[in-house]
């Protein structure tokens, strides 16, 4: 079910999943999932695989593939944050120094976020779907978030946000979605190519090619390895111009052709 009103996108969503459901966030925002009841294998395009169940917290950062399924009948709370998430720029004074892959991601219910989905479902319930209030609970999260967990349990959780300049980090990651290269995404930003390369370094600790070209790699082997896409629609979407480039680039970065990535896979699971 959406909390949402009609033909507006909603914020919150109530997911329910059988044994052996699948569900996929959306890339454009990043979202708070709250699991209310069951157990979850999570992939995640970083090549991370988890298994969450109820009473935790997770954090989806903007474009990450991700993957949830249902260990056993279970139900979720998707808030899918916008400029909400700005609101970390003035709370965090500091960057990680871990790889983000190696925070711990999850945070456990406490009596203030069992009484916030308890509203949610008294919403849900009463068919309260109007998207100005869905607005108000989305910033009601992230005070609560802020408020009720301590600063050292937040880093974690938010360890993707935790950034020299969050406005140019969240843009870069919204926007390169939808780019071919790196010049592409320098001119929508209004930055010369050595400026945006400059400050991307900044920003992320590394250079803009070497980022782009690692979360090329997760998206592709995500695709491949948890999703029923056929490898030449993965290909497409992906933007290779050829199925040989593509092989060249599997080959390359995963060690592997992407066919015998997927088989790998499916031996995992039936083998």
């Known amino acids: 079910m959406k909390f949402e009103d009609k033909d507006i996108k909603s914020s919150i969503r109530f997911v329910d999943l059988d044994r052996g459901q699948k569900w996929k966030a959306n890339r454009r925002n990043c979202s708070v ?42 139900a ?7 400029e909400e998430i700005n609101e970390l720029a003035n709370f965090y004074s500091y960057r990680p120094v871990e790889n983000d892959n190696n925070q711990n991601l999850y945070l456990s219910f406490n009596q203030v976020i069992t009484a916030y989905i308890k509203s949610l479902l008294t919403y849900k319930d009463n068919d309260l779907n109007h998207s100005f209030l869905a607005g108000i609970k989305v910033k009601e999260l992230m005070c609560i978030l802020k408020a009720s967990y301590a600063e050292e349990e937040l880093a974690g959780l938010f360890s993707a946000y935790i950034s020299y300049d969050l406005y140019f980090s969240e843009r870069v990651r919204k926007l390169s979605q939808e780019i071919k290269n790196i010049r592409q995404l320098a001119e929508m ?5 050595s400026g945006f390369n400059k400050r991307f370094r900044k920003v992320f600790g590394m250079s803009a090619y070497s980022w782009f ?13 948890h999703t029923n896409k056929s490898l030449k629609q993965i290909s497409i979407d992906n933007r290779f111009n050829t199925l040989s480039h593509f092989n ?7 060690g592997n052709s992407p066919s015998e990535i997927r088989r790998k896979n499916q031996t995992r699971e039936y083998g």
């Open 76 to 82: 979720l709370i998707s808030v899918e944050m916008g």
């Open 213 to 225: 070209r690692q979360e090329r790699v997760n998206v592709v082997f995500h695709d491949i390895y």
């Open 248 to 254: 060249e680039f599997c080959h390359r970065n995963l």
């Open 33 to 74: 999932i709250l699991v209310d009841k069951g157990r979850l294998n999570i992939s995640f395009s970083t090549h991370r695989e988890e298994t969450v169940s109820a009473g935790k917290i997770f954090l989806i950062p903007t474009g990450y593939e991700t993957e949830i399924k249902a260990v056993e009948a279970s």
């Open 189 to 193: 930003m209004n930055y010369s190519y």
